[in-house]
């Protein structure tokens, strides 16, 4: 398992950008497939986006498609999340997780089930006010 911790969330208006980061304490981070997940006020977990170990396949939930970007920096242990043209719908706790990645192949797909994910961070609080 890897030890996660994110930062970045905060209060941001309507059509605004915010990034979040992810620090990872392994250097086996880079073996990991990374995800962000979220949790709407009174809401269950869902899904955000998630990027392969190598970072050359993400996929992203329909809602966030083209104002979200998930990246990584395997040589840094970190992973991020660009957040544009936020809505106030976005306002959430935003959790980075990491689990054993699907397979060896640079362009494996990552997975969207919080299930497949063994290491969570305590989330960060991103408000977006109208």
């Known amino acids: 398992q890897v030890h996660l911790v994110e930062s970045g969330g905060g209060l941001v208006q309507a059509g605004g950008p915010l990034r979040l980061s992810c620090a990872a304490s392994e250097r086996t981070f880079s073996t990991y497939t990374l995800g962000w997940f979220r949790q709407p006020p009174g809401k269950e977990h869902e899904f955000v986006a998630s990027?392969?170990?190598?970072?050359?396949?993400?996929t992203y939930r329909d809602s966030v498609k083209g104002r979200f970007t998930i990246s990584r920096d395997n040589a840094k242990n970190a992973g991020y999340l660009q957040m544009n043209s936020l809505k106030p719908e976005d306002t959430a706790v935003y959790y980075c997780a990491a689990g054993p990645r699907e397979s060896d192949s640079i362009n494996s797909s990552p997975s969207s089930k919080p299930n497949d994910y063994n290491s969570w961070g305590h989330g960060t609080q991103v408000t977006v006010s109208s």
């Open positions: 990027i392969n170990w190598s970072g050359a396949r993400s």
